[in-house]
């Protein structure tokens, strides 16, 4: 559990119950038996994976609307999606990733904590034309610049919702050369939150950016554009 690392969830504005711990655990035994099979994850040791996988998906918990709708890009292991879902059973989750042997991997993992959420194995250009502007919330721990990520996610986003960025704490040079693109794409920096993750994890931002305007139709491009030419 996250007592046992010293981890005090009170201070992340979360609690949770029996219930709840005991699908964590259950979450970390599935993900190492998985990833004999299959490359989740190059976290592995338990300390580790409840600071930097767990706890660094719910920190956004205590941010999300009740009852709202999120869609995760590029989701692998289920990070961020199944924690937080963990955490706030009321919000409906979508977790998408171009990898079938990762949408398999979930929906064992689903099927074992007794979760409820949907799985699509797309790539995000091609879901962006059936999904466009359906959800409240996206968000992505995937490694990519600000440019690119706000290109794949935003067009997801719900005029008035948010994608979502986590980010390390170096992040202003990033966030300044992005400004254009997010811009074009319709959204808007609101507010960046910082907070510190214990045993020795480092800092975590992140970067709220609501949908003000529609995303032109145009995006996300084809082709893995928006990682080899970022707008």
Known sequence: MFKDFQIDLKQYGLQLDDYQNKQFERYYEILIEGNEKTNLTGIVEKIDVYTKHFLDSIVICKYLNKNSSLIDIGTGAGFPAVPIKIVRPDIEICMVDSVLKKIDFLQTLNQS???????????????????????????????????????????????????????????????????????????????????????????????????????????????????????
């Open 113 to 231: 904590l007794q979760i409820k959420s949907e799985l699509i194995h797309a790539r995000a250009e091609d879901l962006a034309k059936t999904r466009r502007e359906k959800y409240d919330y996206c968000v992505s721990r995937a490694v990519a610049n600000m440019s690119t990520l706000c290109e794949y996610c935003l067009p997801f986003v719900k005029i008035g919702g948010y994608f979502i960025a986590y980010k390390s704490e170096n992040i202003e040079e990033e966030l300044q050369k992005s400004l254009s693109a997010i811009k074009i794409l319709g959204g808007k920096i609101e507010k960046v939150e910082e907070m510190v993750l214990p045993n020795d994890a480092g800092k975590r931002k992140l970067i709220f950016i609501k949908k003000v305007s529609a995303t032109p139709k145009i995006f996300p491009r084809g082709k893995n554009k928006p990682r080899i030419e970022p707008l």
